[in-house]
Nanobody
Framework: QVQLVESGGGLVQAGDSLSLSCTAH????????MAWFRQAPGKEREFVAS????????YYSESVEGRFTISRDNAESTVSLQMNSLKPEDTAVYYC??????????????????WGQGTQVTVSS
């Protein structure tokens, strides 16, 4: 069992930056693929970014590529999402997710076993 706790959401203006953090309560954090998803009102939860167990391989959705950066610290059992040049369409609840790493790219919600409670990010225009 892995407990995930996100922090760092808030209200910002378009063009601002914001950093999200997720702490995983597990002794085997380094064995998990970690990802961020988001869900806007009335929309399905969508993939944002993921990082392999060692942080050497990262994937991003097209909508955030070049603006967001995912990183992890296995010693601290944390994964972060640095969000720059935020847009109103980035407004959503952001979720941290984890699954046992199998070296494949995973971007569907059903492929992840553990989820945080979510943190709200609101970008005003």
């Amino acid at each position: 069992q892995v407990q995930l706790v996100e922090s760092g959401g808030g209200l910002v203006q378009a063009g601002d930056s914001l950093s999200l953090s997720c702490t995983a309560h597990t002794r085997t954090f380094g064995a998990y693929t970690m990802a961020w998803f988001r869900q806007a009102p009335g929309k399905e939860r969508e993939f944002v970014a993921s990082t392999r167990w060692d942080g050497a391989v990262k994937y991003y959705s097209e909508s955030v590529e070049g603006r967001f950066t995912i990183s992890r610290d296995n010693a601290e059992s944390t994964v972060s999402l640095q969000m720059n040049s935020l847009k109103p369409e980035d407004t959503a609840v952001y979720y941290c997710a984890a699954r046992w790493d199998d070296s494949y790219f995973r971007n569907y919600t059903r492929e992840y076993d553990y989820w945080g409670q979510g943190t709200q990010v609101t970008v005003s225009s």
